[in-house]
């Protein structure tokens, strides 16, 4: 099983959420609301610190855990709706995950997806 992060523009997340449904394996998704700082430096590429000129910007982070055979096309799916081709457009993270428990009826592993 594989734990899918990705963190995108707030704006694309319908183009994403429409993705993901067409999938014909979709597994859901957790969203949270996020604020964030990006690697870049903003205007000037430089940055010089104060007490406070920090710029967060908005992001949405999506998290889906799903089966590892449909890890690959889940990140696809993701990354093409989210790309603007635009700097800050985002991140997909992919992880191992041990083990799954669903709280409602204690199924595990896959039964548990």
């Known amino acids: 099983m594989k734990e899918i992060t990705a963190i995108i523009q707030p704006h694309t997340l319908s183009h994403v959420m429409h993705a993901l449904h067409a999938l014909p394996h979709f597994p ?3 969203l949270l609301d996020a604020h964030g700082q990006g690697r870049g430096r903003g205007t000037g590429g430089a940055f010089r610190p104060s007490e406070d000129n920090f710029t ?3 992001k949405t982070v999506l998290l889906v855990t799903c089966d ?8 696809a799916a993701i990354a093409q709706a989210a790309r603007t081709g635009n700097k800050g457009d985002g991140l997909i993270t992919v992880k191992d995950v041990a083990r ?6 204690g199924e595990t592993a896959g039964q548990a997806l």
């Open 28 to 30: 859901g998704v957790t």
């Open 56 to 58: 967060f910007h908005k």
């Open 68 to 75: 590892a055979a449909h890890a690959d096309s889940v990140v």
């Open 100 to 105: 799954v428990i669903r709280i409602r009826t």
